[in-house]
C-alpha cells in the first residue's frame, strides 16, 4: 500500500501545488472529504473553502472559491476557478470575493438563484471563520 499519493492544485492564473500528499482535506459541494492514497474514484465539484494538503510532515492550506476535484487510487486533482495560499487571504481578499458571490446571487436567474445563495452562504460563513 502506497504511503503517498500525487496531489496537484492549479487555477487559471497558476499552479498552487504539485506534490506527493499524504492526506487533502476538500470542500466538496456536497460536503468535505479526506482523499488519501488508494481513495476510491471520485469527482466533484467544490464549493469555497480550504483545501487543506499534508504533504512530508508539513500542512499547507489553500482558499478556493469553486471549481472541480478528481481522486483516484494514484492522484487527486483539484482544478480551483480561483485559489490562494493561505498567507495570501486577507480582509480585502474575502470581501472581492463575497461582493462577487453577492453579484452572482443578485443577477442569477430563477432557476440558478438557490445555487447562487449557497455559494453566498458559504462565502459569508468562510468570511466569518476567518475574523473569529
Not at 463575497?98 to 462565502?123: I, K, N, W, Y
Request: proline fraction near 6%.
Amino acid at each position: 500500500m502506497a504511503d503517498t499519493f500525487q496531489f496537484d492544485l492549479v487555477s487559471p492564473e497558476r499552479r498552487l501545488a504539485s506534490v506527493q500528499a499524504t492526506r487533502v482535506q476538500i470542500p466538496g459541494s456536497e460536503g468535505d472529504f479526506t482523499a488519501m492514497p488508494n481513495h476510491a474514484p471520485f469527482l466533484t465539484t467544490l464549493r469555497p473553502g480550504f483545501v487543506t494538503v499534508t504533504a512530508e510532515g508539513q500542512v499547507s492550506e489553500y482558499l478556493v472559491t469553486g471549481g472541480f476535484a478528481e481522486v483516484t487510487p494514484e492522484a487527486a486533482s483539484v482544478l480551483a476557478e480561483r485559489a490562494l495560499p493561505r498567507g495570501e487571504v486577507n480582509a480585502e481578499v474575502m470581501a472581492e470575493i463575497e461582493a462577487e458571490a453577492q453579484a452572482a446571487f443578485d443577477s442569477a436567474p430563477e432557476e440558478g438563484r438557490t445555487a447562487a445563495a449557497q455559494r453566498l452562504r458559504d462565502v459569508q460563513a468562510l468570511t466569518a471563520r476567518l475574523r473569529g
